[in-house]
Every structure is written in C-alpha cells, then in structure tokens.
Nanobody, 120 residues
Framework: QVQLEEFGGGSVQPGGSLRLSCAAS????????MGWYRQAPGRERELVAT???????NYVDSVKGRFTISRDTAKNTVDLQMNNLKVEETAVYYC??????????????WGKGTLVTVSS
C-alpha cells in the first residue's frame, strides 16, 4: 500500500552537489525509519544513509561529512543532500522506508530508484 517516489536525480560534474527527495504515499499504519541506498553499475546495493523517527542518523563511512539526510515526518518525506560528489558515486539511488503494518509486523518499502550520474 505504501509507495515511495524519488526526485532529484540527474547529472552533475565531480565536486558538484545534488539534493534527492523521496515522498511516501498510500495507506499505512506508521512509517518508521527511512533511508537511502544506492547501486552502482556492476556493484551490489549499499546503504548510504538512514534516519530514524527521532532524527538519529547513520551514514556509510565514505559519505560522512559530505552527505546529509533529513526528514519531514509530518509530510512523510526524506531528503539526501549530496555534496562534493565523486565519479564513483554514480549509481541508482533508492529510497527506503520501514512500514509498520501491525503491532508485531513490519515491511520494507522501496522506490523505483533515481539515477545520479557524476561525470565531466
């Protein structure tokens, strides 16, 4: 029932910046943690950043100090500000959310992904 849609992907030069946004829609009991993952060509999907409902964040070491994740709980949106992008960070970026569907059950929802291309 919960759908995620990413916005903001595109092309940028090395050292440039992009801001990704994700909006959750549909019917759900509660959305818990949200995050961003990415999958580079020929590589496995990896966690980039997560943010809990209390605002606590977690980042993969390679993006610390350059990326910032934020959320608007009321709007069910999550953003990822990406600064000083590197060529190797070219990837499809996916939005993720934990969806609480019952007292004891939860599922993960994924967006379809948005392509970020870092090249000169």
């Amino acid at each position: 029932q919960v759908q995620l849609e990413e916005f903001g992907g595109g092309s940028v030069q090395p050292g440039g910046s992009l801001r990704l946004s994700c909006a959750a829609s549909g019917r759900t009991f509660f959305i818990g943690g949200m995050g961003w993952y990415r999958q580079a060509p020929g590589r496995e999907r990896e966690l980039v950043a997560t943010i809990a409902t209390d605002g606590r964040t977690n980042y993969v070491d390679s993006v610390k100090g350059r990326f910032t994740i934020s959320r608007d709980t009321a709007k069910n949106t999550v953003d990822l500000q990406m600064n000083n992008l590197k060529v190797e960070e070219t990837a499809v970026y996916y939005c993720n959310a934990i969806v609480i569907v019952s007292i004891v059950g939860r599922t993960e929802s994924w967006g379809k992904g948005t392509l970020v291309t870092v090249s000169s």
